[in-house]
C-alpha cells in the first residue's frame, strides 16, 4: 500500500492516458490511434538517436569523460576500466545505442554517468513536481488573462482599448523573458534597500515564491495568447456565415459565443498543445535565473559534466510530451468543430 501511495502520481498520469486513449478509439476511428501511436514510437526512436549520437561523439573518446568526474584525482586505469564496463562504453556505438533502447522499452533511461548511485528517474523526479508546479499556476493564468482580452479586442476592433492592448501584448511579446526578470530584479532590489514591500527574487520552498516567476511566465504568454485570440476572432467575426447570423437578428451576445467563439478558439486549441507539451522543460531561463530547483537546473547541469542519460531522458520526455499534446489537439478538433474529420 505504501508503495503504491508514493507512486500515486505517476499511478494517475498512467490512468488518464489509458482512459484518453480508450476515448480516443471510441470517438474516432481506432485506425487514427494506431497510426498515432506508432508515429510516437518512431518518433521517440528518432529523438533518442540522435540525440545519443550527438552525445556519443561529444562527449570524448568512447564517452569516458563523462564518466572520469566519478573518480577525479583518484582516477586509476583500474578504476577507469571499471566505469567503461558498468557503463558499456567499451563497446562500439551501435552497440551501446542497441542497449540504450533495450532498457528504453522497459521504461528506464539508465545510469548518471555523473553519479553512478542515481538513476535518470531519481534525478529528473526531483525536478518535474517543481517545474510542473510552477507550469499549473502559470498556464492558468496565461490562458485566463491572455484569450478574453484578445477576444474582446477583437469585438472592439479599431477601439482604444484594441489599440492599447495591442501595443502592450506587442511589447510583452517582444521582450525576452530573461529581460523581465532582471527589471523585476532590479525593482525589487530598489523597493528592499528602501524597507518597502517586496517579493524575493530567487529561491523555491515558500508559497511567496511561486508568485513572481509564475506571473512573468503568464506575461509573456498572455501576450502571444492574446494576440492569436484576437487574429483568430477578426478572422472568424469577417465570415459570412456571422454577417448571416447578425442579418437574422440574433443577438450579438448570441453570435459572438454561440456561433463565433467556436470557430476561433481552434487556433487557439493548436498552439496549447506545444504550451502543454513543453510544461515541465519550457521554463529554462526563468528557472535558472529564479535558482528554482526544477528540470532545466538538472539539464543545465547534465549538459555541463556531460551526462548523456540524462540530456537523453530530457529530450525524450519532451518528445514524448510534444507527440501527445499533438494527438489531444487532433481529437479535441473533431469535437469542437464536426467538420473536422480525424481518420
Same mark, same amino acid.
Given at each position: 500500500m505504501g508503495a503504491l501511495l508514493s507512486n500515486l502520481p505517476a499511478v494517475i498520469a498512467l490512468l488518464v492516458l489509458l482512459a484518453f486513449m480508450a476515448y480516443v478509439a471510441i470517438r474516432v476511428n481506432p485506425g487514427f490511434l494506431i497510426k498515432r501511436v506508432a508515429g510516437l514510437v518512431f518518433v521517440v526512436m528518432g529523438v533518442s538517436f540522435i540525440t545519443f549520437v550527438l552525445g556519443f561523439w561529444g562527449s570524448g573518446p568512447n564517452g569516458?569523460?563523462?564518466?572520469?568526474?566519478?573518480? $577525479?584525482?583518484?582516477?586509476?586505469?583500474?578504476?577507469?576500466?571499471?566505469?567503461?564496463?558498468?557503463?558499456?562504453? =567499451?563497446?562500439?556505438?551501435?552497440?551501446?545505442? /542497441?542497449?540504450?533502447?533495450?532498457?528504453?522499452?522497459?521504461?528506464?533511461? /539508465?545510469? @548518471?554517468? *555523473?553519479?553512478?548511485?542515481?538513476?535518470?528517474?531519481?534525478?529528473?523526479?526531483? $525536478?518535474? %513536481?517543481?517545474?510542473? !508546479?510552477?507550469?499549473a499556476f502559470a498556464i492558468p493564468l496565461t490562458i485566463i488573462a491572455g484569450v478574453p482580452i484578445g477576444i474582446?479586442? #477583437?469585438?472592439?476592433?479599431? *477601439?482604444?482599448?484594441?489599440?492599447?492592448?495591442? *501595443?502592450?501584448?506587442?511589447?510583452?511579446?517582444?521582450? %525576452? @523573458?530573461?529581460?523581465l526578470i532582471v527589471y523585476y530584479r532590479f525593482v525589487m532590489v530598489f523597493l528592499a534597500v528602501r524597507?518597502? +514591500?517586496?517579493?524575493?527574487?530567487?529561491?523555491? $520552498?515558500? +508559497?511567496?515564491?511561486?508568485?513572481? +516567476?509564475?506571473?512573468?511566465?503568464?506575461?509573456?504568454?498572455? #501576450?502571444?495568447? !492574446?494576440?492569436? *485570440? =484576437? !487574429?483568430?476572432?477578426?478572422?472568424?467575426?469577417?465570415?459570412?456565415?456571422?454577417?448571416?447570423?447578425?442579418?437574422?437578428?440574433?443577438?450579438?451576445?448570441?453570435?459572438?459565443?454561440?456561433?463565433?467563439?467556436?470557430?476561433?478558439?481552434? +487556433?487557439?486549441?493548436?498552439?496549447?498543445?506545444?504550451t502543454l507539451a513543453f510544461a515541465v !522543460?519550457?521554463?529554462?531561463?526563468?528557472?535558472l535565473l529564479f535558482n528554482i530547483p526544477g528540470v532545466a537546473n538538472a539539464a543545465v547541469a547534465s549538459i555541463t559534466n556531460k551526462d548523456l542519460p540524462v540530456i537523453q531522458g530530457v529530450v525524450i520526455m519532451t518528445a514524448v510530451a510534444v507527440a501527445l499534446m499533438n494527438l489531444a489537439v487532433d481529437v479535441i478538433y473533431g469535437v469542437l468543430d464536426p467538420r473536422i474529420k480525424v481518420v
Open positions: 569516458i569523460e563523462a564518466v572520469i568526474g566519478q573518480c $577525479g584525482t583518484r582516477c586509476t586505469p583500474n578504476i577507469l576500466k571499471n566505469l567503461e564496463n558498468v557503463y558499456g562504453l =567499451r563497446d562500439p556505438w551501435y552497440l551501446q545505442y /542497441g542497449h540504450y533502447l533495450e532498457r528504453l522499452v522497459h521504461g528506464d533511461l /539508465g545510469l @548518471s554517468y *555523473s553519479n553512478r548511485n542515481r538513476t535518470v528517474w531519481d534525478i529528473l523526479g526531483q $525536478g518535474v %513536481p517543481v517545474s510542473l !508546479t510552477l507550469q474582446y479586442s #477583437a469585438i472592439r476592433a479599431g *477601439s482604444r482599448f484594441d489599440t492599447t492592448t495591442n *501595443s502592450v501584448s506587442l511589447l510583452f511579446f517582444a521582450i %525576452p @523573458s530573461y529581460l524597507n518597502l +514591500p517586496h517579493l524575493p527574487v530567487s529561491g523555491w $520552498g515558500d +508559497p511567496i515564491d511561486i508568485v513572481a +516567476p509564475a506571473v512573468i511566465l503568464a506575461a509573456v504568454g498572455a #501576450a502571444f495568447f !492574446t494576440r492569436l *485570440s =484576437r !487574429t483568430s476572432m477578426l478572422e472568424v467575426l469577417g465570415q459570412e456565415y456571422i454577417r448571416t447570423a447578425r442579418a437574422k437578428g440574433l443577438r450579438e451576445r448570441v453570435v459572438i459565443f454561440k456561433h463565433a467563439l467556436r470557430n476561433a478558439i481552434i +487556433p487557439l486549441v493548436t498552439a496549447l498543445g506545444p !522543460t519550457g521554463a529554462f531561463f526563468t528557472e
